[in-house]
C-alpha cells in the first residue's frame, strides 16, 4: 500500500471513481501476494474464505458490547479474506457457498480457539473492510474507523480487491447500499464461542500453527 500512497485522490463521497485505475492491478497484486505473505496468514482450514492472523493488540482499548475489554499488548487474531476462494464460490452469482463456507470456517476457528491454553488465546478476533453488512451477520460487532489519510487510502485500497476479485469487476463498486468506506469489526473469542461453537461442520483447526 506504500507504493501507491503518492497515488491517493482526495476523499469523495461516491466511491466508484476513487478506486485504483486498472494499470496498477500487476503492482497491487504484487502488494497483496508479498502483504499475505509477510504477516504469515494461514487459512483457517483447507478450503476456507477467511484466513487467521495472530498479533498483538497496538491501539487504545475497545470495549464491546458483551463486556470484552481488548487492551494494549492482548492477543488477537486479524481475519482476512482469502480472495481467491471467495471469487471461485461466488463465480455463479450466488452467495450462499461463500456464506457456508464462512460459516464453517467460524466454526473451526472457535473449536480452535476453545483448545488454546488462556495465555496464547485470543481474546477477540477482528477485521477491517468493506464487509460490515456480512460481519455483523455473522456475529461481528462493527465500529467506525476514523477518516485520516491513512483509512483513506486503505479505503482506496480495498476498492482495488474488489475490483480485482470480483466477477463484476468495477460494477462490484456500484452495488450494494451507501459509500464504500471500511468498518472495524470485532468479534470477542466468548462471543465466538457462543455462536459457531455448537457447530459441527468444523473439520480442522488453522494450519500453520496459528
Known amino acids: ?13 461516491r466511491a466508484v471513481a476513487f478506486a485504483p485505475p486498472r494499470f496498477l492491478d500487476p503492482i497491487l497484486a504484487l502488494i497483496e501476494r508479498i502483504d499475505r505473505r509477510r504477516r504469515r496468514i494461514h487459512p483457517i482450514r483447507p478450503g476456507a474464505v477467511l484466513g487467521l492472523e495472530l498479533g498483538r493488540h497496538r491501539g487504545r482499548p475497545v470495549t464491546l458490547r458483551d463486556g470484552t475489554v481488548i487492551r494494549r499488548g492482548e492477543v488477537v487474531g486479524l481475519i482476512h479474506f482469502h480472495n481467491a476462494r471467495l471469487r471461485a464460490l461466488t463465480s455463479s452469482g450466488s452467495l450462499v457457498g461463500a456464506w457456508e463456507q464462512g460459516r464453517g470456517d467460524l466454526a473451526a476457528l ?13 481474546v477477540a478476533f477482528f477485521g477491517e473492510g468493506l464487509h460490515a453488512a456480512v460481519a455483523a451477520r455473522a456475529g461481528f460487532e462493527v465500529l467506525p474507523r476514523p477518516v485520516t489519510a491513512y483509512t483513506r487510502l486503505q479505503d482506496w485500497y480495498f476498492r482495488g480487491l474488489l475490483v480485482r476479485w470480483s466477477r463484476l469487476g468495477r460494477g462490484r463498486l456500484a452495488r450494494g447500499r451507501g459509500d464504500l468506506h471500511s468498518s472495524a469489526y470485532w468479534l470477542s473469542t466468548a462471543r465466538l464461542l457462543e455462536l459457531h461453537g455448537a457447530r459441527r461442520d468444523a473439520r480442522a483447526a488453522p494450519a500453520g500453527g496459528a
Open 1 to 13: 500500500m506504500w507504493v501507491v500512497g503518492p497515488l491517493l485522490l482526495a476523499a469523495s463521497r
Open 110 to 122: 472457535a473449536r480452535w480457539a476453545a483448545g488454546q491454553p488462556p495465555t496464547r488465546r485470543p
